[in-house]
């Protein structure tokens, strides 16, 4: 299509204004972490790097006593990884099993049980909390890895997007697999979870996004420090900026922000690559 | 060897729907059954319990001695080709040839040996390792019959093949089927809604409608002796003319349209009301004043090869086609003289549509 100067220079300028307005809050916070506090303490947050990168980040990650805890940074990573991966992974084995069973298995309340399923994507997860920690907490799996994870793993979400994909997919391939000798097991993991590639690489970036973001959760679940995720760790940064008399950590919560945004980032970043070379090349 | 019998199958939807009314057959080996109908007949239905995709409410269905009605269909030892191809997709096409193989535990050297046979025969040699997307609709359909041919199945079953290609392909794949079927020899059973593919492929054809198998025999046998009105109707292109007639009172003659009277080759009841089925192609054209019927012409078809008219046969007849070999010049309302010979006469009853 033709598009003249004017029009390319205007899309653009459009583009590169929201990419900055995006991008440059992030980059403030990047930049204002590579100085000492003193320095952001005298002259507010910064534009450009400074020269305590190494420092700051080195202390961070590795020594507990910079996020005002008994974690360091990297532990904290460690666990939303665990938490994150834990979290996408079982969300989206869960769901593609219960969406293969309720579409292709006859069973009575099938469809009743389907939209029961549905209907619990209306109640956020803050609103079955309390309970959801009552049950945890009764089962003796508070500040574990087990706790923080498997009451989330079942995801009405994941359900009914493959749901709605194995619907999509040709009767005949499934009549082509049975008389080729396939069983139920075999067809699932011979030709639907190849055929699901790309559902389950969008699957999995939102839920590892969403897991890796999850607050109230870890925060209730865990009572020990070692088990802090990175997002509850900036919290307890910030709760602490101020005590002590001391000039605020500005740098070092900032360094904090920035570590706990790069893994999310970087999922995000590889699995869109295999995400959208899966949807140029699938067919179904 | 393998032969296919159906003994009063019957399918009943949960709904009530009744699908198959009870159909009996029997295939012998070797032989390329063809069941065709018009869409919703009951034959891909038909075909579907033959493979065990779909149950079998009532009656058998026996693969040679053995009743294999709750057999599932992996195991009755039959290969289907459908007609969207059901290739997997992510799967390369030696691999979807050889994931059959790999399923009944043959080893890799058998499934080697067997899938480069099967691509030998297809001509798909170069292909096997890219997907099917990158294929063409005619290699793709290949592959699919690779599939059904590497496992050397007792049954083949086509469920509308060709209906996704286009027409001079279809015509290249149907005499690629027929030739590849009896090299290899195996029964097969194909279901199609074409009838030239129905005619050309089958040595017995079933002819379908309603779930009840109005004529079983040889294409030829069908095409000459239609048991039904459905039957002449639906098999021969054009299709055949019908009119309304009655039989005269000397039981050898039928009267149709403004009193024209056609000879008969055998008698019937005088006075019957009957309907006549003359097949476009068995009308001749004689010279002025010498045929029984006077028609005029009210629109023509030039194919170059063959020629159809579409006639008046006066107030109480609808069009009347006839076709011609060779290109004809006929202006439009010219009369023309026609004849049918008395065999080509086809008589079928007026409220069953019975053959007489």
Known sequence: ?284 | MATVTLNQAQKTYPNGFKAIHGIDLKIEHGEFTVLVGPSGCGKSTLLRMIAGLEGISDGEIIIDDKVVNTVAPADRDIAMVFQNYALYPHMNNYDNMAYGLKNRGYSKAEIDAKVREAARILQLEDHLERKPRQLSGGQRQRVAMGRAIVRQPKVFLFDEPLSNLDAKLRVDMRLEIKNLQQRLGITSVYVTHDQVEAMTLADRLIVMNGGVAEQIGTPIDIYEKPASQFVAGFIGSPAMNFLKGKVSDDKKHVTVGDGVMLDLDHVVEAGRDVTVGIRPEHLELLKDGEGQINAGVRMVESLGAETLAYLDFGANADNVTLRLQGTHKFEKGEKLSLSVPASKIHLFDIESGQRI
Do not use: C
């Not at chain 1, 469809?111 to 209306?122: A, G, K, R």
């Not at chain 1, 997007?161 to 075999?186: C, K, T």
């Open chain 1, 1 to 284: 299509m033709y598009q003249s100067k004017w029009r390319i220079f205007t899309n653009h300028t459009i583009l590169v204004l929201g990419s900055l307005f995006m991008i440059l809050p992030v980059w403030i916070a990047f930049a204002s972490s590579t100085h000492t506090r003193e320095y952001i303490f005298q002259n507010g947050l910064q534009f450009l790097p400074g020269g305590e990168f190494f420092t700051n980040y080195g202390a961070i990650l590795f020594d507990a006593e910079a996020t005002k805890g008994r974690v360091t940074a990297l532990e904290m990573l460690f666990n939303s990884m665990v938490l994150g991966l834990g979290f996408a992974i079982g969300k989206v084995i869960i769901s593609m099993m219960a969406a293969y069973a309720i579409v292709y298995f006859r069973f009575k309340l099938a469809v009743p049980l389907f939209w029961i399923i549905f209907s619990t994507l209306l109640l956020p997860l803050e609103v079955r909390i309390v309970p959801s920690y009552e049950v945890v907490a009764n089962l003796g799996l508070l500040n574990t890895y087990t706790g923080l994870i498997l009451p989330l793993i079942a995801s009405a979400t994941g359900t009914f997007f493959f749901r709605q994909f194995y619907r999509s997919v040709p009767d005949e391939l499934l009549e082509a697999a049975r008389l080729d000798g396939a069983g139920p097991i075999r067809f699932f993991i011979d030709i639907l979870v190849p055929l699901s590639v790309t559902m389950i690489a969008a699957i999995f970036i939102i839920m590892f996004v969403v897991g890796w973001n999850q607050y109230l959760w870890p925060l209730l679940m865990t009572t020990d420090d070692q088990l802090y995720t990175i997002v509850i760790g900036i919290k307890q940064v910030y709760n602490s900026l101020y005590e002590g008399g001391q000039i605020p950590q500005f740098p070092k919560a900032f360094a904090l922000t920035i570590m706990a945004s790069v893994p999310p980032v970087l999922v995000v970043v590889i699995f869109q690559r295999m995400f959208v070379k899966g949807l140029v090349e699938t067919e179904k």
